[in-house]
């Protein structure tokens, strides 16, 4: 989870390339972004990475988010086991 500096504003998708890689851009040396969500509540975005280990998440938070005068936050959270449901029921009118 990422938290922008207050008065700081980033659009998506024009300004958020300066913030990280986009999602189709690999670094082998910082992982990948596999994808943005932009987030309501105490954060604004939601950057899902994918790491070798947690030495590379590490130096992605490092290397390319914390140094960004514009980031006043990092969160991370590991994910060790993602169960998914295939098919979605209807909503209801």
Do not use: C, W
């Not at 105490?42 to 590490?58: G, I, K, M, R, S």
């Not at 140094?67 to 006043?72: G, T």
């Amino acid at each position: 989870m990422v938290r922008v500096r207050s008065g700081q504003q980033l659009q998506v998708p024009d300004q958020l390339g300066h913030l990280v890689p986009r999602p189709d851009q690999a670094d082998d040396e910082h992982g990948q972004v596999v994808g943005v969500f932009v987030v309501s509540g105490n954060e604004d975005f939601l950057l899902h990475v994918a790491v070798a280990d947690n030495q590379q998440l590490y130096a992605f938070v490092i290397d390319k988010l914390t140094e960004r005068p514009e980031v006043a936050d990092v969160r991370t959270s590991v994910i060790y086991e993602h169960l998914r449901n295939h098919a979605v029921a209807p909503a209801r009118p």
